[in-house]
DNA sequence: AAATTGGATTAGTCATGGCTAACATCTGAA
DNA sequence: TTCAGATGTTAGCCATGACTAATCCAATTT
């Protein structure tokens, strides 16, 4: 049904990406998106049911929607484009990572992808963005992205951080100073039973206290405890 | 009456920044702007009449049109944007400078001010587009441009490329492999008084004859032919 | 002076993508 | 089981900015 290859337009776009990224945590509701898009749900519900129409999602009236393989695709392309735009942003123009999200959004939908790949090529192929999150390639392949966040540790585990969520810039500027970046090893000292909030220590940088919801915005690989510094 | 800096939308900052480029050659007729812009000559005069009653433009039905200084404010954020980018794709991005008006004409409408500084820092803040164009700076000053043409010089007479018109890409390559570029210098050998051909030649390049259409394009400075080598 | 012609303009239509208001559906509690 | 409140959808509207077709000015030609 969705054989329509027809150039998609910034609003399409901006949807399809969305929609990406918060299907990492499962199938999205109509309001949620609404919300991010800065649109009315009854707006987002209109455009959910075109690209639906279109074949990009799988969208059935009143339930969650989710990407198509062909959204899929598409979504990537604009995620690439995101991304090397966010790094472009940091490495060369120097402008903090809190601040390159919304800058990469205005940006995203007008570069030339001829632009976007000298971008990238310049700054030698960088696999992920500033927040650790990987950069598609032209053929639309990703790394896979760690499911396990600080909030699924236990206390005496160690863990890599691999990427965080770039959607607050308040709190990107706490993790920077906290030195919870991506790379940076961890040690979990204390997790509250109660309120589920995580102690972490970053080596060089005293403990951090996170609650729940910042905690399951950082995403890690645990690192096995044995022997031998690298 | 014109006293709404409302955010203008791209298709405005489109026909404000063409009608300034078309503004060097006298006023500007509907036709003209339609075609640059690839609209058809009704849409550009619905366009026109709704920047006139902004404004921005003045237009008075049938005639010409030409900016206000609220307009030429206006467009001179928006060409400097487009010489900023123009320059970034040449100098950092090497791309050649036939190909980076389309370009920068679509990056143009969607990059960030601050952006847009930080590459003008980035590039030590360039004075002219790769065409010899000058940048307008933040507050709108932009350096004169010269209104005398290889057009208008005579056998024998020296004078150095200041500017070329970049509208073609195709004439643009041939200008560079004909060393015609801004800071060239050049020496008219002959100018055919039937067909009003000129022949000119460049140091180290062989003698090259410009038709009319061709020789209004490259914009020059006599050089005053007094001794002295520079 | 009248007629022809070509560029400019108006009138009317369409597509996109927002909005509000009203209606439908789902869910969780009583 | 039923009903209240939240969430989703439809209906109808508006603005933007393009298009075609028809008309209007003006400038040149006869």
């Known amino acids: 049904m969705g054989s329509s290859p027809h150039q998609l337009s910034r609003a399409e776009e901006d949807y399809l990406s969305d929609l990406y990224r918060l299907a990492a945590d499962g199938p999205v509701r109509t309001g949620e998106i609404a919300q991010r898009l800065g649109v009315t749900p009854a707006s987002a519900s209109g455009m959910l049911k ?18 198509t393989p062909d959204g899929e695709r598409a979504a990537l392309q604009v995620v690439r484009r995101h991304r090397v735009i966010e790094r472009f942003l940091t490495d060369t123009l ?26 990238e090529c310049l700054l030698g192929d960088p696999a992920t963005c500033p927040h650790g999150h990987p950069i598609p390639d032209r053929d639309g392949h990703v790394a896979a992205e760690p499911a396990l966040t600080v909030a699924g ?6 863990a890599r951080v691999e990427e965080v969520d ?45 609650a729940p919801a910042t905690a399951r915005a950082v995403r890690v690989a645990r690192e096995i405890p044995q022997g031998g510094k690298t």
């Open 50 to 67: 075109h690209l639906s129409h279109e074949g990009l999602v799988e969208h059935r009236g009143y339930g969650a929607t989710s990407l």
């Open 94 to 119: 120097q402008f903090g990572w809190e601040q390159v999200d919304v800058l990469a959004h205005q940006m995203e939908h007008a570069l030339p992808d001829v632009v976007v790949d000298a971008i």
């Open 153 to 158: 540790l236990l206390p005496g585990e160690r």
């Open 166 to 210: 770039e959607f607050d810039p308040s709190l990107l500027a706490y993790l920077r100073s906290r030195g919870l970046v991506p790379g940076a090893l961890l040690l979990v000292t204390q997790v509250n039973p109660i309120d589920a909030t995580v102690v972490v220590e970053v080596p060089n940088v005293g403990p951090t206290a996170l």
